[in-house]
């Protein structure tokens, strides 16, 4: 299905829609409103009819879309076709071999015909013909400031287009923009994106790099703006295979951008200036710290003629947008991984596992090693290569993404024998690891047929083990607060315990916990504060967060302590600071449900840690 017209018109008729006509402010009421109704299970697009900024005395005539990708349908909806059929095409056109029959011939003709539409139309006409300026700056636009923690306004669906100096190269990448005033706005191009390559060549010949941001238009562009393909190879292509049409991109200040986006940001880069950027509540549901990055000096701003629309997201803790898009490219990514890896059966990177954080993948094991080179290769294949945590399973195991069946699977086949622990480079969000950019990766080894027998357990009930561990440790300077276990059946059994780390470092003392090994084999240890030990959803988010295999793990053969709590600088090894998690502002949430927009519901909000 091609989703041509009004995008509204669009949602709309497919009841995706939810529209709001009341005043609501940029600064946190209209994401405080977009983070409650994506947590619903069945959220809906919400479209702001009147976005005001109440500090600054502003009213805007451009509407605010918030929760696009608000579901698995609605995603597909934006592909025009299954997920599963983009990454079924992408396999076969890997595969390719010349047709030996008759029809085989014509069946290959009508494929690569096809890829006649992969490439982008490139139209010889100008931003200026098809937009008109818009009479503002960009504190004119309804852009929002999402966390009360947060550095000020960002963009945060933001197209960034740009090219080599060259020309021969073109990329489209989503990053953050932050608005620092009406004329510039921060660049968080993370050191290992394609754009930053490409700054760094403007650099070194001492030139302005020309920059046009994209807002709105075709979701799907935004989508692909988020692809992790190598660098070289434009996204665009990937939107043209997908559709089954080019691109209609024209000229943006000497970048080509798509025809039918809503707003366009045009400006330099100019590489002697750069500014603190951040605090920003982001991705991972932690703040990320301030950071020098570049600058963008905007010079034009465009909009369509007919009612322009600011597109917006909101990242924080899960589940969240970015857990359909996520899903998507790990879906799209399967067969281009399995060139590198083509014994990959499937891999599945759980929304609350902090997408790179943990990893599952589940292969067929063709020798001795197999599983430890996969994991290697993981943490060397691009972006794929900032994963944590890998854990592989055999052929024989369940769905990945039946989680209770797999969590089970993987800690019945689990032993010491089977870890491997290494050092490698980590995306620039993560906050866990001793320093920036590098740190602990894990990489468990369950492919085995068979089950581990390991030496039986005394399994005691949650508050004998509690009374025990309380007892145990009240000499110990870690004051522990509750304890649940789960998979008690299994050859592994885990014990999620509540502490207060007393601001002495929990490190020197993993080995105590070794005390409970009778009863236990797997100790998770989280702070008290902002944790509960029955939501085993928002733990497991919490310690792919804070864990770094290289600190946080003690292994004392089949006994493991994982700490999942929060680091201190200087005393727990870590050499920077440690932020804050993300939360909501309660006055404000409790305003929206008095007014009704909202429903004030302390289950979900405690089920998602929002305030
Ligand atoms: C909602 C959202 C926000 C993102 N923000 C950033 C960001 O601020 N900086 C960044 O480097 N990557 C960010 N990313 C990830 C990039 O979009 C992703 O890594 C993409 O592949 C980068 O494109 P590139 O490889 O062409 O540079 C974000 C992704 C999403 C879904």
Excluded at 560 to 582: A, Q
Aim: net charge neutral; with cysteine; hydrophobic share 40%.
């Amino acid at each position: 299905m091609k989703i041509s017209g009004d995008l509204i018109e669009f949602l709309r008729t497919k009841n995706y829609l939810r529209e709001i006509d009341v005043e609501l402010d940029i600064n946190l009421e209209i994401p405080h409103i977009a983070y409650l109704e994506i947590k619903k299970a069945e959220p809906k697009v919400l479209l702001f009819n009147k976005p005001v900024d109440r500090l600054a005395g502003k009213n805007f005539d451009i509407p605010v879309l918030m929760n696009l990708f608000s579901s698995y349908k609605i995603t597909e909806d934006f592909f025009g076709r299954t997920v599963e059929s983009v990454a079924n095409e992408i396999e076969k056109f890997i595969k390719l071999k010349p047709p030996t029959s008759f029809i085989g011939k014509l069946e290959f003709l009508k494929d690569i015909f096809k890829l006649k539409n992969v490439l982008p139309n490139r139209q010889s006409k100008n931003i200026s013909d098809t937009h008109v300026r818009f009479d503002g700056h960009l504190t004119d636009l309804p852009i929002l400031k999402t966390w009360s923690g947060d550095g000020g306004k960002f963009i945060t669906m933001g197209q960034t287009y740009a090219h080599s100096p060259d020309g021969s190269v073109s990329n489209v990448g989503m990053y953050r923009l932050q608005v620092f005033d009406g004329k510039t706005l921060g660049m968080h191009w993370q050191i290992h994106k394609d754009t930053n390559i490409f700054f760094q060549e403007y650099k070194k010949l001492g030139i302005k790099m020309p920059v046009s941001i994209g807002i709105g238009g075709d979701p799907l562009y935004t989508w692909v703006a988020t692809a992790p393909l190598p660098h070289g190879i434009n996204e665009m292509l990937l939107y043209g295979f997908i559709k089954n049409y080019n691109a209609k991109l024209i000229n943006s200040n000497s970048n080509y951008v798509p025809a039918d986006l809503d707003i366009v940001i045009e400006g330099f880069v100019d590489p002697l200036k750069s500014r603190i950027e951040g605090p920003f509540g982001d991705h991972t549901g932690y703040y990320t710290l301030p950071e020098e990055y570049p600058i963008l000096e905007v010079t034009n701003i465009y909009i369509k003629k007919n009612k322009p629309i600011y597109y917006a997201t909101v990242v924080g803790k899960p589940p969240l947008e970015d857990k359909y898009m996520g899903w998507a490219t790990e879906r799209v990514f399967l067969p281009l991984l399995r060139t590198t890896a083509p014994d990959l059966i499937d891999y599945a990177m759980p929304e609350n596992g902090v997408f790179h954080n943990l990893i599952l993948g589940k292969m067929r094991v063709r020798y001795l090693g197999h599983p430890q080179q996969f994991m290697h290769t993981f943490w060397g294949v691009g972006q794929m290569s900032f994963v944590k945590n890998a854990i592989f399973v055999g052929e024989n195991s369940p769905d990945l993404k039946d989680y209770p069946a797999i969590t089970r699977h993987i800690l019945n086949r689990l032993t010491y024998k089977n870890i491997m622990i290494s050092i490698g480079t980590l995306d620039a969000l993560d906050h866990s690891s001793p320093n920036a950019l590098l740190g602990g990766k894990l990489g468990i080894d369950a492919t085995s047929f068979d089950e581990v027998k390991l030496n039986k357990l005394e399994i005691l009930t949650d508050d004998i083990l509690l009374t025990k561990a309380i007892n145990i440790f009240n000499s110990k300077d870690v004051q522990i607060f509750d304890l649940k276990q789960y998979f008690k059946d299994t050859q592994n059994p885990i014990t999620i315990i509540t502490v207060d780390k007393n601001r002495n470092s929990l490190q020197t003392k993993l080995k105590y916990f070794a005390i409970l090994k009778a009863f236990s084999r797997i100790i998770i240890i989280v702070d008290n504060f902002g944790n509960n030990v029955n939501n085993i959803y928002m733990i497991l988010w919490r310690v792919a967060n804070n864990f770094d295999a290289q600190r946080d793990l003690y292994i004392e053969q089949n006994f493991y302590v994982v700490d999942g709590t929060n680091k201190l600088r200087d005393i727990d090894d870590l050499n920077r600071e440690w932020p804050d998690d993300v939360t909501c502002d309660k006055e404000i949430l409790l305003k929206l449900h008095k007014n009704g927009i909202i429903d004030y519901d302390m289950a979900t909000i405690e089920k998602f840690q929002i305030i």
